[in-house]
């Protein structure tokens, strides 16, 4: 169900034109990573100050007004432009070993942002000027800092074809991961075993 829902998409006009542009989709994969640079860069500052490492003088506040303006301006064009690369191949992408990890650590860190708003960052007149954050928000930085570079790591290792589902035979752990139809798209079924 899935798989013919993406394979269609992927088929559709837009999408063939998309992918197929000489201008639109580099443009588009630029600005993914130039905001990804972009948001994850005030974050990991902010995180560096949650965690301790960096800034000690500077009251948590001060970060949080000043670069979650633009932490959250980098998200929205992050996201729109990632569904834009995804649209442009969705079955591709949806059966990459790597992107499922990415989507697993994008679920994660979504997850530690909402807690740290909704929870630690209420209480941030109590320290915002100590020089060492409570523990919670201690473990929050902690915690974005691991996850956001998995999404990095795993986003960039998207590219490779190390585990696509057309080079077959892959051991049966990447196909299930993958979500690999191998018999169904009549590729030869997988050994079990590294090409």
């Known amino acids: 169900m899935i798989h013919s829902f993406l394979e269609w998409l992927g088929n559709t006009k837009w999408s063939v034109a998309l992918l197929e542009s000489y201008y639109a989709w580099p443009l588009v994969e630029t600005t993914h990573v130039l905001t990804l640079a972009l948001f994850v ?62 989507v697993v650590l994008l679920v994660l860190a979504g997850l530690n942002i909402w807690l740290f708003h909704t929870r630690i960052h209420r209480s941030i007149h109590q320290w915002d000027d100590d020089y060492r954050a409570p523990r919670a928000a201690r473990m929050a930085g902690l915690v974005s800092l691991v996850v956001w570079t998995g999404v990095v790591f795993s986003g960039r290792l998207v590219a490779y074809n190390w585990f696509d589902c057309d080079i077959q035979p892959q051991p049966d752990w990447v196909n299930f991961v993958a979500g690999c139809r191998a018999e169904a798209d009549g590729l030869p079924a997988p050994s079990g075993e590294l090409p």
Not at 46 to 59: E, H, I, K, S
Not at 60 to 84: C, D, E, I, K, Y
């Open 41 to 102: 860069g005030t974050a990991v500052m902010m995180d560096l100050r949650l965690v301790g490492v960096a800034f000690p003088g500077v009251p948590v506040s001060a970060f949080t007004n000043r670069l979650l303006p633009w932490t959250r301006f980098g998200f929205a064009v992050m996201v729109v432009t990632g569904l834009l690369l995804f649209y442009s191949s969705p079955l591709r992408y949806y059966n990459n070993l790597f992107f499922r990890i990415k």
